[in-house]
């Protein structure tokens, strides 16, 4: 099991990731090394959107590897922790693995948080926790933030958002 120290976030608990990652962590990892085995945190290489009336999640890294599954869950708004078993509300996967920086998901309920995953052949798997209806205007939600398409587009060197 992996235990992460909590983030805030406007002064709101962020949810944390806990549980096996498929290859992610390693003993070192357990024993407090988590930057080491989770490379791309605490600025993970994912970003999430709208497209419409559907989510769209950004694959952000400027040096990307291949992605084997994108997903998004409804964490239970009762817990402080995201964790395997909360429901999978969309998901894709590839083999062989893909290049693609953008996948499409599908309209999701205005009102509740989501968390949107990526699981990389590097054996990383970023994610980015968001609310659709905070996602309006082109906002965008990134390294735990919502920004303006204009401020991702800047903090984001190797993404250029189209809105």
């Not at 309209?107 to 989501?114: F, I």
């Not at 994610?127 to 920004?147: E, T």
């Amino acid at each position: 099991m992996l235990s992460v120290r909590r983030a805030e976030r406007h002064g709101a608990a962020r949810r944390l990731v806990i549980g096996p990652l498929t290859g992610l962590i390693t003993a070192g990892a357990l024993a407090g090394c988590v930057s080491r085995a989770l490379p791309s945190e605490p600025f993970s290489p994912i970003a999430v959107r709208l497209s419409g009336d559907s989510v769209e999640i950004l694959y952000t890294d400027c040096r990307p590897v291949g992605v084997e599954r994108a997903w998004i869950v409804r964490p239970d708004p009762k817990d402080t922790v995201i964790k395997e078993t909360d429901p999978v509300m969309w998901e894709q996967t590839f083999n062989p693995p893909s290049t693609a920086t953008s996948f499409l998901a599908v309209p999701l309920d205005a009102g509740t948080e989501y968390a949107a995953f990526l699981r990389l052949n590097n054996g990383t798997a970023p994610h980015a926790s968001f609310r659709p209806s905070s996602l309006v205007g082109g906002r965008v939600s990134f390294q735990g933030k919502y920004l303006s398409s204009e401020e991702f587009a800047r903090r984001s060197s190797c993404s250029s958002p189209s809105s």
